[in-house]
């Protein structure tokens, strides 16, 4: 039997297993709730600059006014929790972060918590997939092109129909896209085309989450000197490119080997991964 993990509530510690929520909470009832997942390696926390920003970014635009997080405290609690869970190689954090008020729709009051919780995964460090992933188009519900998409909320239904129509149609993955019929992302990475030393991926406007590994991607881009273009993508590029890869912070970099009848290479993304690996040795 697995042993049961602790997780990290309002600065205390519980089993992953004891109930310390009631019907109540409002990230159950309305999806008031904003997360982060944070890659670990050889037991430390990764890119966590970046995800603060991003959380910071979620909870202003949340407007939880009451929830005055401290970093450097959180900080101290992540580490805590990944020494009590004995990770000291390859990981995954989730920090939630939700308004605790009563209330129906409008909240009562402005107080929030947070819950953090940690799990191993088998990869220490990021490794290109062997096998190429299978995509194609999700075009039943389309994502909006309202900053709410660049934030993580814990309220995401296409995503959820776009995994399940993945699963349905034997894929890997699938795209996608938002009200104008552009390519906006995947069930849960970003997307990235490579072309001649030029990379391409749909802009934040379009709709796309605001990713963490995006920002290293184009980071490490910039510093290998390949041409970034992100903006407005069509799904016939799709039939022009020479790679598609996709990125997560737990995954890292995924090349994808077919899209209908096009098949891809993926020296680029592997490129990345190893430039990746770098930052996090």
């Known amino acids: 039997m697995n042993k049961s993990l602790y997780i990290n509530y309002n600065g205390k510690l519980f089993l992953e297993t004891e109930k310390i929520f009631s019907v109540n909470n409002r990230a159950f009832k309305y999806g008031d709730a904003i997360f ?27 407007q939880m006014k009451a929830c005055n997080l401290n970093f450097d405290e959180l900080t101290k609690q992540m580490e805590e929790l990944l020494v009590k869970n004995n990770i000291n190689k ?14 129906f729709y409008i909240p009562l009051n402005q107080s929030c918590a947070y819950v953090i919780e940690v799990k191993p995964i088998e990869l220490n460090q990021y490794e290109l997939n062997a096998t190429g992933l299978k995509i194609d188009i999700y075009n039943t519900y389309k994502r909006s092109t309202s900053k709410l998409s660049n ?9 959820i129909l776009a995994g399940l129509y993945t699963i349905e149609n034997q894929l890997d993955d699938c795209i996608v896209l938002n009200k104008h019929n552009r390519i906006v992302e ?31 991607i184009l980071r490490i881009a910039e ?28 995954k890292g970099v995924q090349w994808v080997k077919s899209f209908k009848e096009k098949t891809y290479t993926n020296e680029a993304a592997q490129v990345f991964v190893n430039e990746l690996n770098k930052i996090n040795p």
């Open 223 to 250: 510093k290998l000197k390949i041409n970034i273009f992100e903006g407005m993508l069509n799904a016939n590029v799709l039939l022009q490119t020479d790679e598609v890869f996709l990125t997560n912070v737990v």
């Open 90 to 103: 390859g990981g995954r954090l989730r920090i939630t972060v939700f308004r605790e008020a009563d209330g």
């Open 36 to 62: 982060e997942t944070i890659r670990i390696m050889n037991g430390k926390l990764c890119f966590l600059s970046d995800h603060f920003e991003r959380l910071k970014k979620g909870i202003d635009f949340l």
């Open 186 to 216: 995947t069930t849960s990475s970003n997307i990235f085309l490579y072309k001649k030393n030029n990379i391409y991926t749909p802009s934040l406007d379009e709709g796309c989450m605001d990713g963490v590994m995006r920002k290293q």
């Open 151 to 159: 934030i993580k909320t814990t309220n995401d239904i296409p995503q």
